[in-house]
């Protein structure tokens, strides 16, 4: 069955609303709850239940009870059980008013120890507004989502998009945001501090960052984002390792001096915003794998910027973004790679795949092969501290054939919605609302040049370029 994990506490309690004795003056009314707590799969689990009403013990069971109240205010709490944690203490019901002849129930599900569930987004055509202006930029991924969702057969935990200062201002962008927001899905926003989409930025280098003189702007955009309220996943300078990155360290001081300043100019931009009382703000580090250039200089752990600001690590991993490319690079091979060296550069924070996506290539490249075997290895584990993975749901066109136009839409391949459907609908996957909290659990060439659209959907590559 699929479970939301919520707080991971043990013990916690369940306030039932009751007819209270002054409203049931004259009228003996009754109900019945039923309390029952199970496992992940839906089978029942001896865990301790206790019902009381007004610190008096009415019911002690373990597994299930049904117990018949009389009108007032009951609680009900769920004990530890050896080998599990609590996930969901109230799966379908979390307060009610019991009426005369009606019965309430409650299920609190546990889940084993080590089974941490993992949850899945998606990032759109319209991602960003250099793709569709921003004032039909919210419409245009409520549509994309929609069109996903119905064809990967589940619901994401979070929607990607990019906040493009040079187009869309520097305020928060509400409008997106809270679009996401409402289908019930966190925002995850790439804080997109640039003016180029390749290459050297004039207007935003990290040094400028770093000075301070974008300090009004970030307060005013970290002021509303506290407003917003509920909780956004948060990512500025991704992919950093990448030199068609702006924040790259090539571009801002060299190989000696350059991931130094990204560090310290995303330092700058978290600690700004924590002062600033936006809390509820998720911080993630964003790399690409496998570096370009691969030389020591740009190895992603020269730019990160410590465990004190970061809350979660993530990587890009693609197969194909052009029919015309020679192969189709593993998946399982690249994310095996980053996820031993991120386990080593930070072994208690919970991994994301924040971008995965190929397209099928003229070579013969699978491209439902490549996502299976990608959909594979997250889901059942093979690396434990994986937390979440975003299907980069594309397209675009390469050159004035349509045969070499790029496809990664799921709903525009029925074999690859048929794969998403399958595998996503394991039990392993969460829905709502991504949980970056966790503990991670522990265990003991450069590529041909192109000319697809990048992310910004200017000419380059989209997630990666020559070096």
Not at 1 to 24: C, K, N
Not at 196 to 201: I, S
Not at 273 to 302: D, V
């Amino acid at each position: 069955m699929r479970t939301v994990v919520g707080a991971l506490i043990l013990g916690l309690g369940l306030l039932l609303f009751l007819d209270h004795p002054s409203r049931a003056a004259g009228r003996a009314r009754t109900g019945s709850l039923r309390v029952s707590t199970v496992d992940s799969e839906g089978a029942q689990i001896e865990a301790p239940i206790t019902v009381k009403r007004r610190k008096k013990t009415v019911e002690e069971g373990a597994g299930s009870l049904t117990v018949n109240l009389s009108p007032g205010i009951y609680r009900v709490a769920f004990g530890n059980v050896t080998g599990y944690t609590i996930t969901d203490p109230t799966t379908g019901v979390r307060s009610a008013r019991i009426r005369a002849g009606k019965a309430t129930e409650v299920v609190a599900t546990y889940a084993a120890v080590g089974a941490a569930l993992i949850y899945h987004g998606v990032a759109t055509h319209s991602w960003s507004s250099f793709v569709t202006p921003g004032s039909g930029q919210a419409d245009a991924i409520r549509a994309e989502v929609d069109a996903y969702e119905a064809a990967a057969g589940r619901t994401v935990a979070w929607v990607e998009f990019g906040h493009e200062w040079e187009n869309d201002g520097r305020a928060f962008p509400t409008r997106v945001a809270a679009s996401i927001r409402n289908r019930g899905a966190t925002p995850l926003i790439f804080l997109n501090l640039r003016s180029v989409d390749l290459g050297p930025d004039p207007v935003y280098p990290l040094a400028k960052i770093i000075s301070g003189k974008y300090d009004s702007d970030l307060a005013a955009w970290a002021d509303e984002a506290r407003n917003f309220g509920s909780e956004l996943i948060v990512i500025w300078g991704w992919e950093m390792n990448g030199d068609w990155a702006p924040w790259n360290g090539y571009y801002n001081g060299g190989e000696k001096e350059g991931p130094k300043r990204f560090k310290e100019a995303y330092r700058h931009i978290i600690e700004l915003m924590k002062r600033r009382g936006a809390t509820n703000i998720r911080w993630g580090f964003h790399i690409n794998f496998p570096e370009y250039p691969s030389e020591p200089w740009n190895a992603f752990e020269n730019y990160y910027p410590g465990d004190d600001v970061i809350d979660c690590t993530g990587v890009s991993i693609y197969g194909a973004q052009a029919p015309t490319e020679p192969s189709l690079p593993s998946f399982v091979s690249n994310m095996d790679a980053a996820y031993a060296r991120l386990m080593r550069m930070v072994p208690g924070k919970p991994v994301f795949v924040f971008e995965l996506a190929t397209t099928p290539t003229h070579s013969g490249g699978d491209q439902v092969a490549w996502a299976e075997e990608a959909l594979a290895g997250i889901l059942t584990g093979r690396w434990p501290a994986v937390r979440g993975f975003a299907w980069w749901n594309d397209y675009w066109e390469n050159d004035s054939d349509p045969a070499n136009d790029t496809e990664m839409r799921v709903e525009a391949v029925p074999e690859l919605a048929s794969a998403f459907k399958a595998w996503l609908s394991s039990g392993q996957l969460g829905d709502r609302p991504p949980v970056l909290s966790f503990p991670a659990q522990t265990t003991t060439p450069p590529r041909p040049a192109r000319t697809a659209p990048s992310r910004s959907g200017s000419l380059g590559a989209p997630c990666r370029r020559e070096s």
